[in-house]
């Protein structure tokens, strides 16, 4: 049995790694992974194939910028050539990216049975890009893998149980990754040294669209993360889009900006970081994980378990939200000890369910 695995973009990656994994462990399932080339930056797409072991991709489309209706249409074209050469068995998509809505309509287009892994999970604002694939792709998709009682709920309310499509909840595949690399990753020198010498310190990312094709609300944002820099060191790996929006506005910047880093390095400030402040979707999780308490810098947020156990604030891009949430959160005692993300066993739940409902069509 053949399976065809899209990825395209960073966090897609790191999800991959886990399910790869699990998938090669039986012998009877074939992995081709097609790599859209959504992100292409060394640091934002190679770096995780070699640290992580993730197979090489067999086929690089090579698709990345222009508009969201341009590169999403031509990576549909170009992974409907591919599963019409190689004619897997079933297309496996993960997340709410582009590449996942290309992959999951070309799988569907030619009567491939489609996978989707992390279905269910709705922020409910329709503007943002990531809302309108994940809804597109859980609707056609066949076996739907949820990571959280939340994402099933969703799809019952949005009528799923009416449809073909099976419902299974596997619990997070991020949470594997971060159970399995927090013992067997290294994080560079660099990296190591700037925790120690930055020490107590705030790792925050921002590349959510919302936030960067706002400039108003990037300044926000930017002013927020100066002000708290003068009480507490802010660390932000800093995404390529945003840096290009910072750099055209000369939007000010007090604090310490670095390059996109690998997952070892990720994991690693992670885990040394007093507070989290981020716009990421995959990050609420990984501070969880770990133990830290998370600022979101959006209005909304797929992961609403986080919020409604005091885990996680909401602040928008508003600066005195922002600074009254790191008041807040930086010294908060939480309680991290509770099951939300299932048992770190997902890449294999997901599996065993591809193999119990898709593969014995
Ligand atoms: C995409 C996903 C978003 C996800 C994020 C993970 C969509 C609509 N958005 O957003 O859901 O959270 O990935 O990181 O699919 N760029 C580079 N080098 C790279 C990658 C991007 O320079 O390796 C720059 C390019 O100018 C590109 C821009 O960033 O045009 C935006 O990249 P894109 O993949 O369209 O969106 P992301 O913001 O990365
Ligand atoms: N990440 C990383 N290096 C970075 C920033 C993020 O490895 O410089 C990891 C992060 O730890 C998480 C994943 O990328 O595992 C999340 O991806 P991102 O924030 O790009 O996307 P989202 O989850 O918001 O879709």
Redesign the pocket.
Known sequence: MKIATIV????QFIKAAAVSRELSNHSELKEIIIHTG????Q???DIFFNEMQIPQPHYQLAV???S?GK?TGRMLEKIEEVLLLEKPDAVLVY???????AGALAAKKIHIPLVHVEAGLRSFNMRM??EL?RILTDRISDLLCCPTDEAVKNLEKEGFNNFASHIRKTGDVMYDVALFYQSNSTPSTQIQELCEESSPFILATI???EN?DNIENLQSIFEAFNEINTQTSVILPL??????IVEQNDIPVSFKLIDPVGYFDMIHLIQKAALVMTD???LQKEAFFFKKNCVTLREQTEWTELVENGLNVLTGADKSKILSAYKHMLHKSSNFDINLYGKGNASAQIVKAIQQTILSY
């Open positions: 395209g973009a960073r966090p959504q992100h292409f930056d640091n934002m797409s990345s910028g222009g969201h590169s997340g709410d990216t582009n590449s996942t809505l890009p990531e694939n590349h959510r669209a960067t995404h390529p889009r945003t840096r290009k990421s979707g995959g």
